[in-house]
């Protein structure tokens, strides 16, 4: 199969045909983690803790090295899909900084970007010389059977797009750059069993809806009309993706009430507010934002599922 950038595979779509497109699709399996992966991480405090820890080392990585977004993202793809296949060792905490700096250096080489593997290290402590990193990398590769450009939800974000035609280049774009965010921040453990595919119309599907709420029938109807999407699937993974944004919404607002709260000098408050009555303001704020978020939650839930949308619940049906 021909080579798709991560970023952009669809460059010129009308130039593909529709076996290369397939093509795509069926092999996306590929680049998935093992099916016993999502069930271990659901049993196993150990993997769970191991995978956060590798994903916070990750993401640390993009900020102290200036990489790109879809590095690291392409660095976790490659973190999931190995210890899903390999049997990590407990005990052993070096194995993790290890797997890490492997995953990061093998995303940036296939990104054709520059990683200082020595400069992230100083940084964060602890120093591998390069032959160990290099036989780390081989483990990988030979664990992924070295199928390195990943078939990752941006496959499929310009072909979806494709199926609904927006006349605003500046809309298109926005549309485009939120369904991204969103899939950057797609890390959620309930995530892994969703094809890439999906997550991408997942993602679509909630920026729409986010952007232009009136447009967004139409995108709908789109999106479950394309023979390669599994409605059920999709719909399931849309709740998921619509929680997890929610979720981080509400998480930042009560954030940045309680920092808010933390900084602001008595004086700002006309020197009247008891350290009581601040206490009680906050909380009634933090409260009023989580009741907020949740109401917004559950009218973009109903939005997609009631009855005034294009798709009915009772016409979804899984493809065969």
């Not at 993202?73 to 990590?88: C, G, H, K």
């Not at 250096?105 to 054709?112: C, H, P, V, Y």
């Not at 160990?132 to 979806?160: G, H, K, Y």
């Not at 954030?255 to 909380?283: F, I, N, Y």
Request: overall charge negative.
């Amino acid at each position: 199969m021909e080579y798709f950038d991560l970023e952009d595979p669809f460059t010129s779509l009308k130039e593909h045909q529709s076996d290369t497109i397939s093509a795509l699709f069926s092999s996306e399996s590929d680049h998935m983690p093992s099916q016993n992966y999502l069930q271990c991480l659901k049993t196993s405090d150990f993997y769970v803790s191991f995978r956060q820890e590798a994903i916070s080392l990750i993401l640390q990585a993009q900020y102290s090295c200036n990489l790109d977004p879809y590095t690291p993202y392409l660095a976790v793809n490659y973190m999931d899909r190995f210890i899903s296949r390999q049997d990590i060792p407990q005990g052993n905490p070096w194995v993790l900084r290890l797997l890490v700096i492997a995953c990061i250096s093998l995303a940036a080489k296939m990104k054709e970007i520059h990683f200082s593997s020595s400069n992230f290290q100083r940084e964060e402590g602890f120093i591998f010389d390069a032959p160990a990193i290099q036989r780390m990398e081989l483990l990988i590769l030979d664990a992924l059977n070295w199928r390195m450009r990943s078939v990752t939800p941006f496959s499929f974000i310009c072909f979806f797009m494709s199926l609904f035609e927006l006349k605003d280049p500046p809309l298109t774009q926005a549309l485009k750059d939120r369904a991204s965010n969103i899939i950057f921040q797609a890390h959620e453990i309930n995530l892994l069993e969703f094809k890439p595919s999906i997550l991408a119309a997942s993602a679509l599907l909630l920026a729409s809806h986010e952007l232009f709420p009136l447009q967004f029938p139409s995108v709908e109807t789109s999106i479950l009309s394309c023979e390669y999407v599994n409605k059920e699937s999709l719909l399931k993974c849309f709740n998921a993706t619509q929680d997890m944004v929610v979720n981080q919404i509400s998480e930042s607002i009560v954030d940045t009430v309680s920092s808010s709260s933390t900084r602001t000098p008595l004086s700002v408050l006309d020197c009247h507010c008891t350290k009581a009555e601040s206490e009680s303001t906050t909380s009634t704020m933090g409260a009023t934002a989580m009741a907020e978020k949740r109401e917004i939650k559950r009218r973009k839930l109903n939005d997609f599922c009631s009855e005034s949308t294009r798709v009915q619940i009772s016409q979804i049906q899984p493809f065969g």
